[in-house]
């Protein structure tokens, strides 16, 4: 299992056979990992979204064994507590890779997120020299999400279809 270890997190990439663990619920995968059981509040539009794109992301992390962390759903776990506090996704399709991310509400505000978005994005470039960027969107007016990505280098390239898109370049 791939992982990235910050100042405060373990980021943990999750394999297709751990996916449909997470399918199944979530408290089976924590009890898989070795997590502390979590009891997530997140923003309903989040587990939407997240509940439509898991049989893409089992498929697409079978598909792509070797480098399957591009892919997936990493989960973003508080060290200090060995518990799951969030996710962070990566996409990639046609030599493009977004990020999504997401923290349960008990911990907005820390500078997890920042940690998280920085850690992914500092792997991803290293491990993957062909990768040129890293886009993002945020929801309009959802300003804490603005400064994640700002303080993590991304910067405003316009707006979407759903809100605003921001880049990391190399």
Known sequence: MLSIETTRLRLL??????????KNGRSILERHLGLRESSWDMEPEFVQAFEEVLDMLIERTASHPLNYGLYTNWEIVLASKNMSIGGVGLF???????????????????????????????????????????????????????????????????????????VLRR
């Open 92 to 166: 990639t399709e046609a030599g493009q890779t977004m990020l999504g991310y997401s923290l349960d509400k008990k911990y907005h505000g820390k500078g997890y997120a920042t940690e998280a978005v920085m850690g992914i994005c500092r792997w991803v470039l290293n491990e993957y020299p062909n990768i040129m960027e890293i886009s993002a969107e945020t929801n309009s007016g959802n300003i804490p999400s603005e400064r994640v990505l700002v303080k993590s280098g991304f910067t405003f390239e316009g707006d979407s279809l759903e809100g605003k898109k921001w």
């Open 13 to 22: 990439a999750l394999q297709s056979n751990h996916l449909i663990l997470l």
